[in-house]
């Protein structure tokens, strides 16, 4: 099962490579990883997407409530949860699809940043689901210089 | 100096905290970082953004590049590039000051994706000038749950 865990962490040096550390050394496989800023500078926030069994989870968590630095562990999974991702990559277009493509960009939402002879550059946010619509709708096409994110999310009040 | 660093990565166990562990133990401070999918899913493009001197950062290179699993290493510091952050946050807003908030984040294209009697959520995509710009517009108000997912970037052509 797919678990989105938001950490609140001091913003100190190496904590990052100990929770990152953590969560390898008992075999979790890291989906996504994101550390960013959050309102107060001191302390940044890190939102992990792993793949695991909830027992050995349920480990890690504990282990990382010991951890110096670690502010707040919470599984987001199970609670309501709003999420997104941000995703900038180039598609490869010629004379006679780009405009097709651009339609299909259009209907998505996707924020077109650079339009080009022979390629457009994407800007696009969305939940997994619209994200997977996204490049399903493409997938014909040849997508380069992809960079996604991967996910952020916030609990529901 | 800030450096936004892209690395390209086989989709491995353990290569983000390796990569993560030659920063932090060279003294860099990790300002944000990324991993996510790309194209190709056996391959995962992290976005790191350091501070340091250009010295000590070529030595970081050049073991990044001895590492097994990482695939290319690409400093676009002094390249053109497109970068992005994507944020979500919470809002405390009243009666009186809702309308005026609203009006704020229209002008600075933010997305509302929730409207509360108490509290807006907010989606913003911007490069950090942006960034920086709406959260000064906001800086009066009551900000909470912030999550950040760092800065992707993108190589101009």
Known sequence: ???IISVLVE???GVLTRVAGL??????NINSLTVGETEDPTVSRMTI???GDDKTLDQVKK????????ITVKDLTKKGFIDRELLLFKIKVNAENK?????YLDKHHAKILHSGANSITVEFVGDPERVLKLLDEL?????SD???TGRIALAKE
Chains 1, 2 share one sequence.
């Open 1 to 3: 099962m797919k678990h």
């Open 11 to 13: 913003n100190k040096f």
């Open 139 to 143: 997938k014909e096409y040849s997508i």
């Open 99 to 103: 405009a097709k493509v651009a339609g």
């Open 23 to 28: 969560f390898s050394a008992r075999g979790f």
């Open 146 to 148: 992809m960079v996604r």
């Open 63 to 70: 282990q990382l409530n010991k951890l110096i630095d670690i």
């Open 49 to 51: 997407v792993v793949k």
